[in-house]
């Protein structure tokens, strides 16, 4: 008789506690909220380097991308060449880029398009500061998903000077420079 | 070919025509050689599917559980736990793990606006389902944490019981750190503090990789440290299995005393009966338990001042605090290496006063939750010292629910079982 009610205690603690998980789990899953991804708001980061060491990617999941739309194409680009490069063409010892992921192609007088080799990079931020200091800016790191493990907790977000991290919608994907004019060439 | 004119004069340009392209240095070409901008290459979110680790975690705990309760084979066990090491560990690189996901789901609760998607919501529940029903098993062998370190328990030794409950509290410890820490809006120490993972993703900082391989090496003499001393979702596991429905015994039938088993455990889960000689009397353990209730508010209520105490050092937790200290330190000059954070902090908007605002804002919130925190282990150990002193009267050989991991070690040392085993092959 004893042992009968014992057990009868267990079954509904039991039961209660499993009660209690699902109704926990229930309720802290969003099933329509949508999933979020790490991104880098290009307007925050200060280039200070960490996004090529603090992932936990090797090479990092972060890289360099190139809005074209605001690119100014210059021949003296800040981003390519170092400060002071003697000449303009593609010498190492001018290629401001440590890896030499930064590709330049002329394209007409007095154009040169600039285009990064992913592969290659690194996510440094090198270019990143050169394109800020004397260019547009189109040159800023992004996270590229297709390399992005999506950590609980960023190990980059958590050390970035500048709070530029950020969890944004899944089907935004990206944080975009792309100006009020961006699109448009100017007349 | 000097361009520095040309470049010069469009910047000029630029200032000019003012506000409309002030945000451009220079000018958008205009190409005449038909050229298009190329499309920048935007990758999407890789979609790994949520039903096939949900299915496999299920898979492996069902597997896990049939073979500790019926096979009753430890090989089973530990192919499970190769596959686990290989397919949540090695593939999955550690991601998605229940352990994390016990994080996602205090914040669901603690943080506003914090979105759990349902698969990690899943993978928090289905192993406290099962430890309810079956006991660890996901311990035993589907936990990739868990699986790496059952494959390096080569040697073990075993603790005596009161070192081993006490080694415990670490566990406990780290259990209200991390809720603390997520309540503060601090972060996710469980993700930040993995171990292992820098193994599986064979990558990591220099830090992570030694404390891994510490634990590793000292797995191979005191079994599974991370899984009994440290982990904080393995606390939840424990308190589950202790009302398991079906768990596994050491012996398939009768236990027949033999003492076979006793040094088969390196987790110290088997518990040996109450020696006949020293009969427990009533009315001296009732007394005992008596002065401990009695002491129980004193220790709870020291334990929370100790944690009050503390807050300064748990503030540090928190990002703004710590970043708070690092721009007081270097005011007062005494920050001697450049610090990139505290250069990121002088050229953004926020001044000093407004950050020592908000760090002391913080500061008072965690005085509170340190106090909380406090209390929190000082009833962990009131329970603790309330376990170590009551003496349950066991006749056989048992296993102890909470400690027990279902590895399926012991069976073999049972000679109960080797009989059956003979008598089926018969």
């Known amino acids: ?187 | 070919m000097n361009r520095k004119p040309v470049a010069v004069a469009a910047l000029l340009l630029c200032l000019w025509t003012a506000q409309a392209f002030s945000e451009f240095r220079f000018p958008m070409p205009e190409f005449e050689s038909g050229y298009t901008h190329p499309q920048m290459n935007l990758p999407p979110v890789s979609k790994t599917s949520p039903v096939v680790d949900v299915t496999l975690l299920l898979a492996g705990l069902a597997l896990t559980a049939w073979s500790v309760l019926k096979l009753r084979s430890r090989r089973m066990v530990f192919m499970i736990a190769l596959f686990s090491v290989w397919y949540f560990g090695f593939y999955r690189k550690g991601c998605v793990c229940a352990v994390g996901s016990l994080q996602n789901v205090l914040a669901a609760f603690l943080l506003p606006d914090f979105a759990v998607p349902l698969i990690v919501s899943l993978f928090f529940l289905i192993p406290l389902v099962f430890a309810l029903y079956f006991g660890r098993v996901f311990c035993a062998a589907v936990c990739p944490l868990g699986a790496i370190q059952e494959m390096c328990a080569v040697y073990p030794v075993q603790l005596s019981y009161p070192v081993q409950s006490m080694l415990g509290l670490f566990s406990y410890a780290y259990l209200g750190i991390t809720v603390l820490s997520i309540y503060m809006g601090a972060g996710f120490l469980i993700c930040r503090y993995d171990p292992f993972v820098g193994f599986f993703r064979q990558g990591a900082s220099f830090n992570m990789f030694l404390a891994g391989g510490i634990l590793l090496l000292t797995g191979v003499f005191i079994a599974r440290p991370y899984c009994r001393f440290l982990c904080p979702y393995g606390v939840l596991l424990r308190w589950a299995s202790r009302f398991s429905k079906w768990h596994c015994t050491i012996t398939p039938a009768e236990c027949i005393q033999c003492r076979l088993c006793e040094s088969s455990c390196p987790y110290g889960a088997i518990v040996v009966p109450t020696p006949e000689d020293r009969p427990v009397d009533r009315l001296t353990g009732a007394k005992r338990f008596g002065r401990l209730l009695l002491i129980a508010p004193l220790i709870v209520v020291v334990a929370a001042g100790a944690g009050f105490v503390s807050h300064e050092i748990l503030a540090r937790l928190h990002p703004t605090v710590w970043l708070a200290e690092h721009v007081t330190e270097a005011e007062q000059g005494r920050l001697t290496e450049p610090s990139l954070d505290l250069d990121a902090f002088r050229a953004g908007k926020q001044s000093s006063a407004e950050l020592y605002a908000e760090a002391n804002a913080l500061k008072e919130r965690f005085k509170y939750a340190s106090a909380c925190f406090g209390g929190f282990m000082g009833l962990v150990v009131c329970g603790k010292l309330i376990r170590l002193s009551t003496i349950r009267k066991s006749k056989d050989y048992e296993i102890d629910r909470g400690e027990c991991l279902s590895c399926a070690r012991c069976f073999a040392y049972c000679p109960v079982e080797s009989n059956n085993a003979q008598e089926k092959e018969q």
């Open chain 1, 1 to 187: 008789m004893k042992k009968e009610s014992n057990l009868g205690r267990r079954e509904f603690l039991r039961g209660t506690a499993v009660a209690a998980a699902a109704g926990a789990a229930w309720m802290a899953a969003h099933p329509r909220s949508e999933a979020t991804v790490w991104q880098i708001d290009p307007t925050k980061c200060v280039q200070c380097g960490r996004c090529s060491t603090n992932c936990t990617q090797n090479p990092s999941a972060v890289k360099c991308v190139h809005s074209f739309q605001i690119c100014g194409y210059c021949d003296l680009c800040g981003g390519y060449l170092q400060p002071g490069a003697k000449t303009r063409d593609s010498g190492a010892e001018n290629e401001l880029c440590p890896v030499g992921a930064l590709k330049r192609t002329f394209v007409e007088e007095p154009f040169y398009q600039y285009t990064i080799d992913e592969k290659l990079c690194v996510g440094c931020g090198k270019c990143v500061k050169g394109c800020g200091v004397f260019g547009n800016g189109s040159l800023y790191l992004q996270v590229k998903h297709d390399l992005c493990m999506g950590c609980n907790e960023c190990s980059i977000a958590r050390n970035c000077p500048a709070n530029a991290f950020r969890r944004i919608p899944a089907s935004t994907g990206y944080l975009l420079k792309t100006g009020e004019h961006g699109g448009k060439e100017r007349k």
